[in-house]
């Protein structure tokens, strides 16, 4: 694929431009009337936050959460 392309190349082809840049991470260059108007290149990553750990000192623990004197039955199978 071209390293320049007309605005009108580019309009018949946007979408394999696209591709084409995501796949090679190269740029391209759009004109219009020969000037230099935009370039299309590949769009920066962001690496994503891993929500481990994320709520950490956020939170607390009011009373005893192990000994609630509550009884609790686990919820089993319908006995239909």
Do not use: Q, Y
Not at 5 to 16: N, P, Q, W
Not at 27 to 48: D, M, N, Q, S
Not at 61 to 79: C, F, K, Q, R, S
């Amino acid at each position: 694929m071209k390293d320049v392309l007309s605005v009108t190349e580019f309009k018949a082809r946007c979408l394999a431009c696209i591709g084409e840049i995501e796949r090679s991470g190269g740029e391209i260059t759009i004109t219009k009337r020969g000037r230099p108007v935009a370039v299309l290149r590949p769009a920066k990553r962001t690496a994503l936050k891993w929500p481990a750990g994320s709520w950490a000192g956020r939170g607390r623990i009011v009373g005893d959460i192990v000994n609630t004197h509550l009884d609790w039955e686990a919820a089993g199978p319908d006995p239909d």
